[in-house]
């Protein structure tokens, strides 16, 4: 059965359809507010912490995938070098790094002006395409802040999509 399938017929809130599909992937979460849900969604290389709010002002769910990050101050100028490459390939989302919360940020904004609903399998492709962004570049921000090596080398690591199966 298709995810949107148990919502044909409701008209749901999108955190309400949030919680559902954290309940369906088993996922941890905490419902913050009604317009808010924070969520652990384990990775290969770390647990990020993803927040989904809604905003009635301008319509639009907004999704925050972070994980902690303490980079060395003599490395920052090569992180952010390595962020506008990051972003150079990502077409839907945006990586940042709040220094003052020590946080990886990958962030997205989703608009659903006129009364527009997502579906929930436009919300779970949302979250999971946050995971893969923080996958796939998680190497490279290793590689960068600890490894010592440039952002041209440690985007070599940051593969693009992988086809087939090993």
């Known amino acids: 059965m298709a995810l ?19 309940e369906h992937h088993d996922w941890d979460f905490d419902r913050i507010g009604d317009d808010q849900i ?17 905003s009635h002002y301008d319509e639009t769910l907004r ?3 972070s994980f902690e990050m303490e980079p060395p101050s003599a490395r920052e100028s090569e992180l952010y070098e390595l962020l ?10 945006a990586f940042t790094y709040w220094a003052n919360q020590k946080l990886m ?8 002006a006129g009364g527009q609903m997502a579906s929930p399998e436009q919300i779970d492709t949302l979250i999971n395409a946050a995971v ?6 998680y190497p490279a921000i290793q590689l960068v802040t600890w490894g010592n090596r440039t952002p041209e080398e440690a985007m070599q690591v940051a593969i693009a999509e992988a086809y087939g199966r090993a």
């Not at 924070?38 to 809604?54: F, H, N």
């Not at 506008?84 to 989302?93: L, P, S, T, Y």
């Open 38 to 54: 924070a969520m652990a969604v384990e990775g290969q290389w770390r647990t990020y912490s993803i927040t989904l709010a809604w």
């Open 84 to 93: 506008n490459k990051m972003n150079d390939q990502c077409w839907a989302g």
């Open 105 to 112: 940020v990958y962030r997205y904004g989703l608009v659903l």
């Open 4 to 22: 949107s399938e148990q919502f044909l017929e409701e008209d749901l809130h999108p955190i309400d359809i949030v919680e559902h599909l954290a």
């Open 63 to 65: 999704m925050v995938c």
């Open 132 to 137: 893969l962004s923080a996958e796939r570049y």
